[in-house]
């Protein structure tokens, strides 16, 4: 059974960091390209990062590149989201996600976490 589990978020001031987990099972974790998606509230879902099977090759959403990073330990089967310089804009529910191949178009993502909360706020 494919999980996907999301953890690290919560409630951070302007200019704060936060580093979001998500922990697979249930599928080759290596052979999959993970990706993180938000959803503000009342929007649609937004692309925001994803990584290579490898971790060798990343690319960000333009409203996050500079800010954040997305990293991968394929030996804990795991990505990662370093959020820098966080802005009240980042609010949002944060999905990680899994595809076969590198896309922007989170549509097309094949197996999704359930989110986890990030709000900026002072």
């Known amino acids: 059974q494919v999980q996907l589990v999301e953890s690290g978020g919560g409630l951070v001031q302007p200019g704060g960091s936060l580093r979001l987990s998500c922990a697979a099972s249930g599928f080759t974790f290596s052979s999959y390209y993970m990706s993180w998606v938000r959803q503000a509230p009342g929007k649609e879902r937004e692309f925001v990062a994803f990584?290579?099977?490898?971790?060798?090759?990343?690319h960000y959403g333009d409203s996050v590149k500079g800010r954040f990073t997305i990293s991968r330990d394929n030996g804990k089967n795991t990505v990662y989201l370093q959020m820098n310089s966080l802005k009240p804009e980042d609010t949002a529910v944060y999905y990680c996600?899994?595809?076969?191949?590198?896309?922007?178009?989170?549509?097309?993502?094949?197996?999704w976490g359930q989110g986890t909360q990030v709000t900026v706020s002072s």
């Open positions: 996600a899994a595809s076969r191949y590198g896309d922007v178009v989170w549509r097309r993502y094949d197996y």
């Open positions: 990584t290579s099977w490898s971790g060798g090759n990343t």
